[in-house]
């Protein structure tokens, strides 16, 4: 067996071993075979659970691996993972809430996660949850008040009446919005904790007003798959014409 030192990692020539994460394991005190079958011991379920286990060496029990060039699967299996992905999300909440902010705002990603959300509330989870969390939903309301806009009827059918009708991003129309959502487009803050009047106001489907959450509208819009530069300029060209109206 030949290693090649780099820095303060190792590169394995040959099968004979493997490395996760800075520590080298031997293949063969991970890997035997059993009735012609290759198993594989998990590295981590003795630490977690307390007993050693060996599995078929296969991705039913193990993640796939494209980096471990021994056999293409994870060091631990598929339950162990489970595990360790709970522990470091609760020692870690605000780094996950940034991690799926970013993944959840992926048009392909949203589509999956707003399909789960449909399944969730027709076995009727969501309301369970707000029934053994009432203290949270009540902080929830208290936040989402405080972020409502304060803007005339006359206002709003204004600025509708200037996007067309439409979500200002996707182009959506409102009377899809209503048969699609069952309600009218939403009003948007362009500007997360900006203020709540009409400069800082446009209408946006219920899609996008979820999606872009408290990032910045430039840079979130032109990640979308729909961005279009005339609406882009549309927006502005609002934004500032609000603002001088308002002095």
């Known amino acids: 067996m030949t290693k090649v030192r780099i820095g303060s990692n190792i590169k394995i020539k040959f099968k004979e071993v493997f490395i996760i994460g800075k520590k080298i394991y031997k293949y063969e005190e991970y890997h035997k075979e059993i009735d012609n079958v290759l198993y594989k011991k998990c590295a981590y379920h003795e ?11 296969t991705e039913e029990y193990f993640y796939k691996n494209t980096k471990n060039k021994s056999d293409g699967l994870y060091p631990e ?4 993972t489970k595990v360790k992905s709970i522990e470091w999300s609760k020692e870690n909440y ?7 902010s970013k993944s ?3 048009p392909e990603r949203k589509d999956y996660v707003n399909g789960i959300k449909k399944k969730q509330k027709e076995r009727g989870m969501f309301t369970k949850w707000r029934r053994e969390n009432k203290d949270k939903v009540k902080e929830y ?14 206002e709003w059918l204004d600025c509708k009446e200037y996007f067309n009708y439409q979500c200002a991003y996707c182009g959506i129309s409102e009377t899809e919005h209503k048969k699609l959502y069952n309600e009218q487009l939403h009003k948007e803050h362009v500007i997360h ?7 800082n106001c446009i209408p946006a489907c219920k899609s996008c007003n979820s ?5 910045d509208m430039q ?3 032109k990640q979308q798959k729909f961005y279009d530069i005339n609406k882009l300029d549309k927006i502005i060209l609002w934004l500032k014409w609000m603002k001088i109206k308002s002095r």
């Open 193 to 199: 904790d900006g203020s709540n009047d009409i400069t």
């Open 94 to 100: 605000e780094r996950r809430k940034e991690i799926l």
């Open 77 to 80: 299996c598929k339950e162990c």
């Open 104 to 106: 959840q705002s992926k």
């Open 219 to 221: 840079d979130w819009y």
């Open 211 to 215: 999606s872009k959450r408290n990032y």
């Open 47 to 57: 630490g977690i659970f307390g007993e050693e286990k060996w599995l078929p060496c």
């Open 141 to 154: 309301n208290k936040l989402r008040y405080h972020k409502k806009h304060k803007i005339s009827n006359k």
